[in-house]
């Protein structure tokens, strides 16, 4: 069995996840997946981080999807088993209340696609390709590619997308929605860490609980939205960090938040 195919390393506020198969383009087998989990869970649990980065070693590949080889011998309660017996590395990114970014290297293809949608921010390289190609391989997105997607892209160009499994570079996928920066390759990581700084000048609980509004705003109707942004809103007012904020403004100064 593989081992070391996710890197972990905290520096400072940030947990850099590094998915590490570069033989198979950072492709996501089961043991990817549960050390992704056992990363997200770490960085999850660590009070002094504030943001997530997942990216994929090298320059090739962001990640190029599910491990293709697996689907030869698969059978539905197989995946069944796979899916409602293990963790959802994917879950666990929407769930985490802390920004989670996607600095996109390379391919993003089917899984990897999925992966990056994930993710609350994305940031990619200008030489970044994006795909949905599972439609290629008999079978359609399944880890939450039809799901997301439209959300993002709109009905019709997801399905465009979905159906012919087409590439898109960054640059449409700037345009489309579906990232939010796009950089030269070179200054990709540094670029990555320009926006983290802005990050990091806010309060880390407030950031949480601004991800939390939003994600339900997507889970919910519109009301049930406004209620919930008002219970949230509300909750800011209990925390340390909102009183800093204030206190920082009317008096002029750089707030210092202790996420608390």
């Known amino acids: 069995m593989e081992e070391g195919t996710v890197l972990y390393e905290r520096e400072g506020h940030v ?9 198979a383009m950072n492709a996501r087998n089961n043991t990817l997946r549960r050390e992704l989990v056992r990363a997200l869970k770490g960085a999850r649990d660590d009070d002094e981080v504030y943001v997530m980065v997942i990216t994929g070693v090298g320059d090739k590949a962001f990640c190029a999807g599910a491990d293709i080889s697996e689907f030869t011998t698969l059978k539905p309660a197989g ?5 409602y017996g293990t963790e959802s590395d994917l879950r666990y990114i929407r769930e985490i209340p ?4 996607a600095m996109v290297n390379g391919y993003a293809i089917g899984g990897g696609f999925e992966l990056a949608m994930a993710c609350d921010i994305v940031i ?3 030489d970044a390709l994006f795909a949905q190609r599972e439609i290629r391989v008999g079978v359609i997105p399944g880890g939450g590619g039809t799901q997301i997607l439209p959300r993002l892209v709109g009905e019709k160009r997801a399905k465009e997308l979905v159906f012919t499994g087409r590439s898109i570079t960054a640059k449409e996928a700037y345009e489309l929605g579906v990232v939010n920066r796009v950089v030269p390759k070179e200054r990709l990581r540094e670029a990555t860490k320009e926006f983290i700084g802005h990050l990091l000048k806010q309060s ?11 994600n339900r705003s997507l889970e919910t109707d519109f009301f049930a939205g406004l209620l919930s942004e008002t219970d949230l809103f509300s909750l800011c007012f209990s925390t340390a960090d909102q009183k800093e904020g204030a206190r920082a403004f009317i008096e002029k ?3 210092k938040y202790k996420g608390e």
Do not use: G, Y
């Open 124 to 126: 990619a390289s200008e």
């Open 79 to 83: 995946w069944l088993k796979k899916r």
């Open 253 to 255: 100064e750089t707030p």
């Open 204 to 214: 880390p609980l407030i950031l949480q609980l601004a991800k939390v509004a939003i």
């Open 15 to 23: 947990a850099w996840i590094t998915l590490n198969r570069p033989q």
């Open 98 to 101: 802390k920004p989670v970014i």
